[in-house]
């Protein structure tokens, strides 16, 4: 995907150690040139395989997976990076520590 066509993403590199993913997220209608298409996908790139996850997909290596709107992303998302359940003898604080990730958003500046 190249950022200085009339179709621009956003890069959001998600951390939650050891796993880190990149996400491509394109430019809202309303932010995007009038020449540019509104049907992009929302993409996940992964270095990591993850047979076991995924399904249909069920990826042997890095992967790409194309998805037409937000909610397929957040269903992957949501595979790859499960909520943990440490039971109640665990701090709150520390349920929160094992539960939370890291987000760097990234946005190509044309000129």
């Known amino acids: 995907v190249n950022a200085t066509t009339t179709m621009s993403y956003i890069a959001v590199v998600i951390t ?3 796993e880190t993913i990149l996400v491509l997220l394109p430019i809202s ?4 040139s009038s020449t540019a298409s509104s049907s992009s996908s ?5 270095s990591h395989p993850r047979p076991q996850q995924l399904s249909p997909h069920y990826p042997s290596g890095s992967y790409a ?6 909610m397929g992303l957040v269903a992957s998302l949501k595979r ?4 943990v359940d440490l039971g109640h003898d665990v701090p709150e604080m ?3 520590m094992y539960n939370s990730f890291d ?3 990234f946005r190509h500046q044309g000129r």
């Open 16 to 18: 939650k150690p050891p």
């Open 29 to 32: 209608p309303q932010q995007q």
């Open 42 to 46: 929302y993409i996940l790139l992964d």
């Open 65 to 70: 997976l194309f998805h037409p709107n937000l």
């Open 80 to 83: 790859i990076f499960p909520v």
């Open 94 to 96: 520390m349920a929160m």
């Open 103 to 105: 987000v760097y958003p």
